[in-house]
């Protein structure tokens, strides 16, 4: 949000900066046609004094106040879209009261009003009408000075013109209403997606990666493999598993699938990606420094876990394993076969070891 704030309020400034350029530009080119036509209503030198500096000065000052608050860090997002949102509501008051004598202008700041609704700040709104209502007053006030003699014409038009920035803050609000209302429910996908897509990547139970989430990160390593980046596949089985859920119950068997997910995620840091493969395997795809750096590293967690002690049982648990190393780009399923026949090999032969692949 705080960047796309951000992306708005250059826009605004940009838009503010060009339409300055275009109003100076129109009001040089009036004021070479009503001098051509002979229709000055003061001297030259008067009518620029009165007529052209005084809405430039008020723009540039209001659009440099706006930009600088914008490009302060401390302030907070709030601040800069007020000062950006008063500079665009400033710029359209300035126009309207300069050439007041076009009615329809003393409405121009319901439009910035209205554009401003964008950032979602009721008080925002509030103040903004309330300067709108100044602005048109202004209008009033410089029009009665400007060209007296039509009181009550411009009392009706200025009866209007609040009428109408009434219309609009109304509107403002129902607009605002509105976005706020999908911003929340943006925000509620979104933050259903990032649930979603952790249950798609994570194991609830153990809390390493998912099976899908594994093959594909798996996939990737293997397809890096080279001589001076070894890959690892190791695929581990916790020993007489069965036996633990039919004595101690499942609740319990979920204990120790627990315990070594958070084993493996702790000892096993970034550089590794571990995945539950199904039940009580689990899969674990090493990357780079050495395949015998991997083996120590499998037989380290592999020694801590039957370490571990259980509040349901004395007899201790360990787990078996097989890896298979690759130093070229290989496929993940033929490399996890070389992995489990090494595994069955550890099983057979006395488990609670790793067994490298041929």
């Not at 209502?133 to 009033?140: M, N, Q, T, V």
């Not at 006030?141 to 400007?146: F, H, K, P, R, T």
């Not at 609009?168 to 509105?178: A, P």
């Given at each position: 949000m705080h960047a796309l704030y951000s992306d708005v309020r250059k826009a605004i400034l940009r838009a503010i900066f060009v339409m300055i350029i275009a109003t100076t530009v129109m009001d040089v080119a009036f004021f070479f046609l009503y001098l051509f036509l002979g229709d000055l209503s003061e001297p030259p030198f008067l009518y620029i004094l009165l007529r052209m500096v005084p809405p430039l000065v008020i723009n540039l000052l209001s659009y440099r106040i706006a930009k600088y608050a914008g490009a302060l860090d401390r302030l907070p997002d709030r601040s800069k879209n007020y000062a950006v949102s008063f500079s665009l509501c400033t710029f359209c008051g300035v126009t309207g009261i300069f050439h007041s004598y076009f009615v329809s202008l003393w409405a121009l700041p319901g439009i910035a009003l209205l554009f401003c609704t964008v950032f979602g700040d009721k008080r925002l709104i509030r103040l903004?009408?309330?300067?709108?209502?100044?602005?048109?007053?202004?209008?009033?006030?410089?029009?009665?000075?400007?060209?007296?003699?039509?009181?009550?014409?411009?009392?009706?038009?200025?009866?209007?013109v609040l009428a109408i920035?009434?219309?609009?803050?109304?509107?403002?609000?129902?607009?605002?209403?509105?976005?706020?209302?999908?911003?929340?429910?943006?925000?509620?996908?979104?933050?259903?997606?990032?649930?979603?897509?952790?249950?798609?990547?994570?194991?609830?139970?153990?809390?390493?990666?998912?099976?899908?989430?594994?093959?594909?990160?798996?996939?990737?390593?293997?397809?890096?493999?080279?001589?001076?980046?070894?890959?690892s596949v190791a695929i581990i089985d916790i020993d007489n598993f069965k036996s633990i859920n039919d004595t101690f119950g499942h609740e319990n068997g979920d204990v120790v699938l627990k315990e070594l997910g958070t084993l493996l995620t702790t000892q096993l840091k970034d550089d590794v990606e571990v995945g539950r493969y199904g039940g009580e395997e689990f899969v674990i795809i090493f990357e780079g420094v050495s395949t015998g750096m991997h083996q120590i590293r499998l037989d380290r967690v592999r020694q801590l876990f039957s370490e571990i002690h259980y509040d349901f049982t004395?007899?201790?648990?360990?787990?078996?394993?097989?890896?298979?190393?690759?130093?070229?780009?290989?496929?993940?399923?033929?490399?996890?076969?070389?992995?489990?026949?090494?595994l069955y090999i550890s099983k057979n032969t006395g488990k609670n070891k790793i067994t490298p692949a041929a």
């Open positions: 903004l009408s309330i300067y709108n209502y100044i602005l048109a007053g202004l209008c009033f006030l410089y029009v009665m000075i400007d060209r007296p003699g039509n009181f009550y014409m411009y009392v009706q038009n200025l009866v209007i920035d009434i219309v609009v803050y109304l509107i403002g609000q129902s607009m605002m209403q509105f976005m706020l209302g999908m911003r929340s429910i943006q925000n509620d996908l979104y933050h259903r997606s990032l649930d979603y897509k952790e249950q798609l990547e994570v194991d609830y139970l153990t809390g390493v990666s998912s099976r899908s989430h594994m093959t594909k990160e798996a996939q990737k390593r293997l397809y890096r493999a080279s001589q001076f980046n070894p890959v004395d007899r201790r648990i360990t787990f078996s394993g097989g890896i298979k190393s690759v130093i070229d780009p290989a496929e993940f399923a033929p490399t996890l076969q070389k992995a489990d026949e090494a």
